[in-house]
T-cell receptor, first 113, second 111 residues
């Protein structure tokens, strides 16, 4: 079946460095993508989204890049802070799916002091 | 503005017992979902609803039932709990445009 997957299950970065979390998706029909952050013991928290008619979208310290040619999504976090340590999930939405989201298995980001 | 609220936060059940998880949202969202999250896996969709009075099966619906009698509430029921249903359950709601908002989760253990 179709799935959303992440290249790396864990990522460690030094505080102040930039982080890049990658995600591959397999359904070319997906038209909406979201990145979520989940801290331990909490529910997923919306970070940023992007529609398939865009290649890049920026938020506060975060940027999402979408490469439809290779079905790849990435989340860039600038000047990573200790509070950014969490599991990050990408999710895709397919047209006509009642806005259902298909989630990847997540990447654990650890920020080192 | 509370967002999405789930009750209870924790529960331990014996095999064969039943229970209902309640999800309430105060954002007037049409779409609501129940997911389960197991270690090392992403969230998997159990059931969802596109509006009051409607429900539909997701990816892993077996052993669960749902009801959406009121727009703001989405109930998830386990009629006869099994150890395989030990998981963390998340409710979410979605506006017509934009991403889903999640509750804080219910940690369920079936012994």
């Amino acid at each position: 079946g179709e799935s959303v997957g992440l290249h790396l299950p864990t990522l460690s970065v030094q505080e102040g460095d930039n982080s890049i979390i990658n995600c591959a998706y397999s359904n070319s029909a997906s038209d909406y993508f979201i990145w979520y952050k989940q801290e331990s013991g909490k529910g997923p928290q919306f970070i940023i989204d992007i529609r398939s008619n865009m290649d890049k979208r920026q938020g506060q310290r975060v940027t999402v890049l979408l490469n439809k040619t290779v079905k790849h999504l990435s989340l860039q976090i600038a000047a990573t802070q200790p509070g950014d340590s969490a599991v990050y999930f990408c999710a895709e939405n397919r047209p006509g799916s009642a806005r259902q989201l298909t989630f990847g298995s997540g990447t654990q980001l650890t920020v080192l002091p | 503005n509370a967002g999405v609220t789930q009750t209870p936060k924790f529960r331990v059940l014996k095999t064969g017992q039943s229970m209902t998880l309640l999800c309430a949202q105060d954002m007037n969202h049409e779409y609501m979902y129940w997911y389960r999250q197991d270690p090392g896996m992403g969230l998997r969709l159990i059931h969802y609803s596109v509006g009051e009075g409607t429900t539909a099966k997701g990816e892993v619906p077996d052993g669960y039932n749902v009801s959406r009698l009121k727009k703001q509430n989405f109930l998830l029921g386990l009629e006869s709990a099994a150890p395989s249903q030990t998981s963390v359950y998340f409710c979410a709601s979605t506006p017509v445009q934009g991403g889903a908002f999640f509750g804080q989760g219910t940690r369920l253990t079936v012994v």
